[in-house]
């Protein structure tokens, strides 16, 4: 025999290959199965790992809001300290003049001012002649003008403002209409 030149398969060959064909998709079918078993607790693992991931950051993100609410008014607080700390200096004067005392009060209006933007609460204080705002303004009373109607004539207290939300409108008196 020559190594060119095939082999003759014994008689019973083809009888032994039915048996490997049929095998073949039952062996397909279980190596599927093993690959779609592996794919699903490979899944399985990666959405408990996710949602303990969202569980996780939820508690830490309630727990910052949580933080964030109990300390916001320190900062606030921080700031009013100085005002207090005026405050009880110019009562500790007994002998102070009406002058000093006016001197003391401004200083300490200042202060206090500027502690209250520093935390972003602002003033509402609209000028004569503006235009009346009812988000900002609350009308107390129309008067007799002589300016535009539905315009601010005086202001009877300031407004104010914490981050751009009205906290107090400014109330103030409007022309009324000619």
Known sequence: MSDTQPTP?????????????ELDPLAQALAELAELKAKSAELADQYLRAKA???????????EISKARKFAVEAFAESLLPVTDS???GLGHKDATPEQIREGAQATLRQLTAALERNKVIAINPAAGAKFDPHQHQAISMVPAEQEANTVVSVLQKGYTIAERVLRP???????PK
């Open 87 to 89: 405050l009880e200096a």
């Open 53 to 63: 991931e969202a569980e996780n950051a939820r508690r830490r993100a309630e727990d």
């Open 170 to 176: 400014a109330l103030v008196t409007v022309a009324a």
């Open 9 to 21: 398969a014994p008689a019973d060959a083809p009888d032994s290959a039915t048996p490997a064909t």
